[in-house]
């Protein structure tokens, strides 16, 4: 399989984030199903372990879900507000804890799960890793359920290779209805150059850029990567206007939708505020509106997410941690991804 992931650049990583710039890490666990010889392509073998507020786990629940891969691959989810300073293991780490109240609604997340792939009914996901001597903590991860082994914590990695594999690991969609996400022949070669153009774009701009904007405690810095987001979402909309074309790349849902949805679905909800991304919301970008609300209706991705886990995991990590309500004109979301005619093409 080909390399999938858009990877940043660490040189002199420490001293960037001193300064105040967010820069992500790169993953250590790099397994691919179906060519790593321990880890084969079967139905009913493999686990995820995600957290919902998560965009890069949203990535994989999207994927699993489009690709008709819920009965055959289990997924555990962790609470959407990390460990606090008083947790017996350690602070600020992915948990899974069914039992944990959110602040924002005051009752337990009906989502969240305990930890059932390892046999050890681990609490925190840091645990996971250090049982193969991992100093990792990140979600998500795609495990081995049968040797007990973490295979890819690359959310590219797993979306590709979901993809590639959907048929031996057990979809529910047959060839001829499911979507092909990255097209693997040879007349497809065009089709996949315009994804990758168009995930290098995404992931520099939108997905990264947003953690940019929203994490780094540079004024310039973040002025760069707001300047940068916004005009990525220009450019995408101008590119779905161009031919009032229903995805990226035309016709078809591809990766290129999948990796930019889990971004522009939590914008105005979330990102507006909590990523200091109010230059505009995505309802003031018809064409992208309408992409948003027209991916949304597609079976499986509403189910793929939740907007609580979103709001309470971003929010309960701000000082006060108070969870804003909003926003609730023209109405409320998620519900406003239903009504694509929210959108003018007034701006």
């Not at 959407?80 to 039992?99: K, V, Y």
């Not at 969240?112 to 390892?118: F, I, L, Q, R």
Request: charge should be negative; charged fraction near 25%.
């Amino acid at each position: 399989m080909t390399k999938t992931s858009i990877e940043e650049s660490q040189q002199n990583a420490a001293a960037r984030r001193a300064k105040g710039e967010f820069v992500r890490g790169i993953s250590g666990f790099r397994s691919i199903l179906g060519e790593d010889p321990d880890f084969p392509a079967e139905a009913g073998r493999y686990h995820v372990f995600v957290a919902l507020n998560c965009p890069w786990c949203h990535r994989v629940t999207l994927a699993r879900n489009v690709l008709g891969l819920q009965d055959s691959i289990t997924m555990d989810v962790a609470f959407p507000s990390r460990t606090t300073e008083d947790d017996p293991i350690a602070p600020n780490r992915w948990e899974f804890n069914p039992d944990r109240v959110a602040s924002l609604t005051g009752t337990t997340l009906r989502e969240c799960t305990g930890e059932t792939a390892t046999g050890q009914a681990f609490r925190l996901a840091k645990q996971i890793y250090e049982a193969e001597g991992s100093d990792e903590a990140s979600v998500p991860i795609l495990y081995d359920k049968k040797t007990k082994r973490i295979v890819t914590n690359e959310s590219a990695d797993i979306i590709r290779m979901f993809n590639a594999q959907a048929r031996a690991l057990g979809s529910s969609i047959p060839d001829d209805k499911r979507p092909d996400l990255y097209p693997q022949s040879d007349e497809a070669a065009p089709l996949r150059d315009v994804i990758d153009t168009l995930n290098q774009q995404i992931y520099v701009g939108i997905n990264n850029g947003a953690y940019k904007a929203g994490f780094s405690s540079d004024q310039a810095i973040y002025a760069a990567a707001f300047t940068a987001y916004f005009d990525t979402l220009s450019k995408l909309e101008n590119l779905l206007a161009s031919d009032n074309r229903p995805f990226l790349t035309g016709d078809t849902f591809t990766e290129a939708d999948l990796r930019l949805f889990p971004t522009l679905y939590r914008h105005d909800p979330v990102y507006y505020v909590r990523m200091k991304l109010n230059g505009a919301r995505i309802l003031d970008y018809p064409h992208l509106w309408r992409w948003v609300c027209r991916v949304y209706a597609l079976p499986g991705v509403a189910d793929s997410n939740s907007l609580i886990h979103c709001r309470q995991g971003y929010f309960g990590r701000s000082w006060n941690n108070v969870v804003p309500l909003g926003p609730m004109r023209p109405m409320p979301y998620p519900d406003a991804y239903g009504h694509p005619d929210l959108a003018t093409d007034r701006r």
